[in-house]
């Protein structure tokens, strides 16, 4: 089936690196996104990988996939208190007709 | 450029009562996406609609309805409103042929 998974909470340390995970289920995806929500918000796209790529750098933002363990992940460098946000992970697989499958988001806390 | 944009902003009915609610794409995006995010279901896929016909829909039930327009802004209707219909509403937009599915900031819909 199709699923996505990602771990609930992460706190870093202002300054530091920031690394999100999501693993998903099916082989078959295509494309792979990272979103971010801020409260009360709605969803900010803040980049995506296609499945035939295994990284892809913009600005302080690293997306890491790894196809054989169905890993992606997404790395924030020196991350800043406006970072603070949940983080949702989502797939569009193989005959998906473009329907984004989400994981249940990563809350970031950014401390001092 | 204006983003997506929803309204209204926040809506509350009654159980049984019908909802509207609305979704302008970004200007050239003919693609529409509706998704629900509902306390501890997540981010569910609802339907999509690209030149006015309907393309793919979510595991939801019949009385979850919509439509596009000619400039391809969207509706989504809700007949028979129940409990669990209280979520928050996103819409997205993509380009044609286009991957990257960009959200308004949502509509709250509370049912009473």
């Known amino acids: 089936g199709e699923d996505v998974e990602q771990s609930l909470f992460l706190s870093v340390r202002e300054g530091d690196s920031s690394v999100i995970n999501c693993t998903y289920t099916?082989?078959?995806?295509?494309?792979l996104y990272w979103y971010k929500q801020e409260p009360g918000a709605g969803l900010q796209l803040l980049t995506y990988i296609f499945s035939n790529m295994d990284m892809k750098q913009d600005q302080r933002l690293t997306v890491l996939l790894n196809k054989k363990d169905k890993h992606l992940s997404l790395r924030i460098a020196d991350t800043q208190t406006g970072d603070s946000a949940i983080y949702f992970c989502?797939?569009?697989?193989?005959?998906?007709?473009?329907?984004?499958?989400f994981g249940a988001g990563t809350r970031l806390a950014v401390h001092p | 450029e204006a983003g997506v944009t929803q309204s209204p902003t926040h809506l509350i009915k009654t159980r049984g009562q019908q909802a509207t609610l609305r979704c302008s794409p970004i200007s050239g995006h003919t693609s529409v996406y509706w998704y629900q995010q509902a306390l501890g279901l997540g981010l569910q896929f609802l339907l999509w609609?690209?030149?006015?016909?309907?393309?793919n829909r979510g595991n939801f039930p019949p009385r979850f309805s919509g439509r596009q327009f000619p400039n391809y802004s969207s509706e989504l209707n809700v007949n028979a409103l129940e409990l669990e219909d209280s979520a928050l509403y996103l819409c997205?937009?993509?380009?044609?042929?286009?991957?990257?599915?960009?959200f308004g900031p949502g509509t709250r819909l509370t049912v009473t």
């Open positions: 609609y690209d030149e006015g016909e309907e393309r």
């Open positions: 989502a797939v569009i697989f193989s005959g998906g007709y473009n329907k984004l499958i």
């Open positions: 099916d082989s078959s995806s295509t494309y």
């Open positions: 997205a937009s993509s380009l044609p042929g286009n991957y990257e599915q960009y």
